[in-house]
């Protein structure tokens, strides 16, 4: 499987950016999908996962303000972030798990994307 994701760019707090992550080479539509981030000097950090079922899970510091969804149609991920803030600056990765339902932890999934920077200034 090979996730190209795109979408991340430079934005002023307060603002909007979607990620997308489009999959090829399999489809994906009994898998659980997630989006994690890493700031630098940082973990990389659960954002958000997606069951096949559709079932979602948010971490705790974008709940309310960051809304994940599929489209297995297009084996295509999204990430709609609003109300961004600086503390979400981070590289955004997505990945693919072979089980249907999601992990928090990014030893869990088994194929990542190649990251999208998401900068937001003050």
């Known amino acids: 499987v090979q996730l190209q994701a795109s979408g991340g760019g430079l934005v002023q707090a307060g603002g909007s950016l979607r990620l997308s992550c489009a999959a090829s080479?399999?489809?994906?539509?009994?898998?659980?999908l997630g989006w994690f981030r890493q700031a630098p000097g940082k973990e990389r950090e659960f954002v958000s996962g997606?069951?096949?079922?559709?079932?979602?899970l948010y971490v705790e510091s974008v709940k309310g303000r960051f809304t994940i969804s599929r489209d297995n149609a297009k084996n295509t991920v999204y990430l709609q972030m609003n109300s961004l803030k600086p503390e979400d600056t981070a590289v955004y990765y997505c990945a693919v798990r072979s089980g249907g339902w999601y992990e928090t932890t990014a030893y869990g999934y088994d194929f990542w994307g190649q990251g999208t920077q998401v900068t937001v200034s003050s």
């Open positions: 997606i069951s096949w079922s559709g079932s979602t």
């Open positions: 080479g399999r489809t994906f539509s009994s898998y659980a």
